[in-house]
């Protein structure tokens, strides 16, 4: 059985990813940190869809639980592959960096960047074994662009466009596929209390983005139609920053 991991998948983009995902007919492993009800939720909107899946609550910024929690996962279901992996979970932490303390450093780069490897790591050996498969890492229009106030988030995102580009390099002659999405503002609950209309005259599509619209993006990188594209970054961000 063909799977989709999804990292984050209980709200916001990694919900929205976790239905289109369901629609290509994968199984979904939606992963959360501790909001289960929410998760339910996106479980919920799989099986509407036609889908099936399970969840997988694990925190991907600890790396012994992703060791324990998915790597027991791969040991105990060898019939289930995961095919396409989209590390989405992330967090922000937002400071001057005169005033950051050492918390939010570590913390945004556990969740954004060392997720990444820890995870990329474990899910990577099935796809070589199996000579194909799709890994896409949703990062920021902060990781390529550098916003004040977000050094740690910044600094983590470009981490993670760097390690998407040379994890491309290294196994693309084996049928796997590593990219990267860059959104800009998305409607979510990262974005929750964020003046909307004077943030939005920044934006030339003058609006914020959806978390369908990042989604769909996710869908298309991970069809098999886009074999050939890799290594890439794709933004999505309403024309504020190319
Ligand atoms: P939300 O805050 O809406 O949702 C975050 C999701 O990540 C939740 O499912 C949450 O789980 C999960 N999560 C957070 N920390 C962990 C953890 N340690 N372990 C497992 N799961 C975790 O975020 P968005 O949907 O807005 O963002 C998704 C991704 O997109 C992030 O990487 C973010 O940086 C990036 N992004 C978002 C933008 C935006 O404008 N929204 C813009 C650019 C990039 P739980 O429900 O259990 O807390």
């Not at 995961?82 to 570590?106: C, F, H, P, R, T």
């Not at 890492?137 to 470009?158: C, E, H, M, R, W």
Request: hydrophobic fraction near 40%.
């Amino acid at each position: 059985m063909k799977c989709a991991l999804v990292t984050g998948g209980s709200r916001g983009i990694g919900r929205a990813i976790c239905v289109t995902m369901a629609g290509m007919g994968y199984y979904v492993l939606v992963n959360y940190k501790n909001n289960t009800t929410e998760a339910d939720k996106t479980l919920d909107l799989i099986k509407q869809n036609g889908g099936t899946g399970e969840l997988l609550p694990c925190d991907v910024s600890d790396k012994h639980q992703i060791t324990e929690i998915l790597g027991k996962w791969i040991e105990a279901n060898t019939e289930k592959y995961i095919e396409v992996l989209v590390n989405n979970a992330g967090i922000k932490d937002d400071s001057l960096l005169l005033y950051m303390q050492d918390a939010q450093w570590e913390n945004v780069m556990k969740n954004n960047l060392d997720s990444f490897f820890y995870i990329t790591r474990l899910v990577l050996n099935g796809m070589l074994l199996k000579k194909y498969g799709r890994i896409i890492n949703i990062v920021s229009l902060s990781g390529l662009k550098g916003l004040p106030g977000q050094t740690n988030y910044s600094a983590a995102k470009a981490g993670v466009i760097g390690a998407t580009k040379a994890l491309a390099q290294e196994v693309a002659r084996h049928g796997i596929t590593v990219n990267a999405i860059a959104p800009g503002l998305i409607k979510t609950d990262m974005t929750e209390g964020m003046d909307e209309n004077e943030m939005k005259k920044l934006i030339p599509a003058r609006r914020f983005g959806l978390p369908e619209e990042v989604a769909h993006a996710v869908g298309f990188l991970a069809s098999q139609q886009a074999g050939y594209i890799t290594a890439e970054v794709l933004s999505i961000n309403g024309g504020m920053y190319s």
